[in-house]
């Protein structure tokens, strides 16, 4: 016969069927956004927005926004719209009648790197955080 130990058998299995049959957690990163004002640029009234650690330059009302679960395969275009789209409405109720030009914004990471050029199509984090085994 069966013994304590055979009690369990059945929790376990399902248990163990539903992590051998499971789909691997994706691969995710979080992020903080934030938006500030570059001073002393040659194009005047130019905007930079940031990603990456909050930087202190010339904040626009501290606009600093925090996203979880971002795919590590992201690459820059798609950096580039959701930074843009994750602070787009805070700058606007910053100064409402202001003309912004989303076209001179500057997305940049945490060390200043303009994510413009870096190659579309190409996972800009994976790098980063995928350590060899």
Not at 104 to 132: M, R, T
Request: net charge neutral.
């Amino acid at each position: 016969g069966y013994s304590a130990n055979h009690i369990m058998y059945g929790a376990e299995r399902e248990r163990w069927a539903k992590q051998a049959y499971s789909i691997p957690p994706a691969e995710t990163i979080s992020l903080e956004i934030s938006a500030v004002q570059q001073g002393g640029n040659k194009r005047k009234g130019s905007h930079r927005l940031s990603f990456g650690v909050c930087m202190h330059i010339v904040p626009i009302e501290n606009i600093c926004e925090g996203k979880k679960d971002i795919d590590v395969q992201i690459d820059a275009p798609q950096l580039i719209t959701l930074a843009l789209k994750m602070v787009r409405s805070k700058i606007l109720a910053f100064a409402p009648g202001f003309p912004w030009h989303e076209d001179e914004f500057i997305i940049c990471d945490g060390g200043w790197v303009d994510l413009s050029n870096h190659p579309p199509n190409l996972a800009y984090f994976y790098k980063q955080c995928v350590q060899p085994s």
